[in-house]
């Protein structure tokens, strides 16, 4: 005699998807741009902000939709069956204005009422523009206290020098 197994042929599917497939989403803004670029100072924190002009999905499950939120510049999970480990590709040109060398660093933030930081890492750049890209691993379960998987992250840069960024983009996908 056979078994009916308690879910649908489209939940299991569902499962399958999330587990085995590693989604993965491009964005790239069109909002900073080489003759409209962001101005930066030196030790000041900035939102790090892609409209998303080009949107490319990849390998995506059909119940996820979508990662980036092109209005709040914030990234969520919640469409993740399991909790992911998460890595985000986060990459723009810099333009420094001094000519010595510097320090770039990618902040990750949980979409708290207060942004709590969860991650950050340096990126060294040259006294000459050039694209820089920080890739940042972070868990996106509520082990850490936070609840990263529904509420989001978002990223933040901030420079040792001022300069001028332009050509926003970030991946972000699922290990």
Known sequence: MATILPWTGAEVQKII??????????????????????????????????????????VFPDHITNIWDTSTNIATFSGFENTPEIVANVSFMWDPDVAAAGIMTVKVYVN??????????????????GKLTG?????????????????????????SAAGNLYDPSIEIYRT
């Open 17 to 58: 998807d999330g587990r085995l497939h590693s989604p993965i989403q491009d964005v790239v803004g069109d909002n900073y741009t080489v003759g409209s670029p962001l101005a930066v100072s030196a030790s000041t924190e900035y939102d790090f902000v892609s409209n998303g002009n080009v949107r490319n999905f990849k």
């Open 112 to 129: 708290e009422t207060s942004p709590i930081l969860i991650k950050e890492t340096n990126i060294d750049y040259k006294a000459t523009t």
């Open 135 to 159: 890739l940042l691993t972070f868990y996106a379960g509520d082990v850490t206290g936070f609840d990263v998987k529904n509420k989001g992250v978002s990223f933040k840069i901030e420079s």
